[in-house]
Nanobody, 114 residues
Framework: QVQLVESGGGLVKPGGSLILSCEASKFTFRGLMVSWYRQAPGKERELVASITATGHNTDYADSVKDRFYIARDNAGTTIYLRMVNLNPEDTAVYYC???????WGQGTQVTVSS
């Protein structure tokens, strides 16, 4: 059964950094566009970042530009989301998503609080 497994979430203070990982289970990310979404309590799920199949193009929500960075490894097994200068508004469950398949991961909680 193919699935996505996110990790790397946790509690961090404002101004801190985290790196989220999304690992592919029983498939690889080669040839697939992958995105990170997040959902804060009481809010709709929103797109945070996307990376094309080649990795040559990325796209970011305005709220995270120049603070979040999406990347994919050469082996095609992991997608990363590096987050710097975090603020409380970044608190949410973060999900990995394979666009072509409509496949979601289980999510990883990120909490930014002093």
């Amino acid at each position: 059964q193919v699935q996505l497994v996110e990790s790397g979430g946790g509690l961090v203070k404002p101004g801190g950094s985290l790196i989220l990982s999304c690992e592919a289970s029983k498939f690889t990310f080669r040839g697939l566009m992958v995105s990170w979404y997040r959902q804060a309590p009481g809010k709709e799920r929103e797109l945070v970042a996307s990376i094309t199949a080649t990795g040559h193009n990325t796209d970011y929500a305005d709220s995270v530009k120049d603070r979040f960075y999406i990347a994919r490894d050469n082996a095609g097994t992991t997608i990363y989301l590096r987050m710097v200068n975090l603020n409380p508004e970044d608190t949410a469950v973060y999900y990995c998503f394979v666009d072509e398949w409509g496949l979601w991961g289980q999510g990883t909680q990120v909490t930014v609080s002093s």
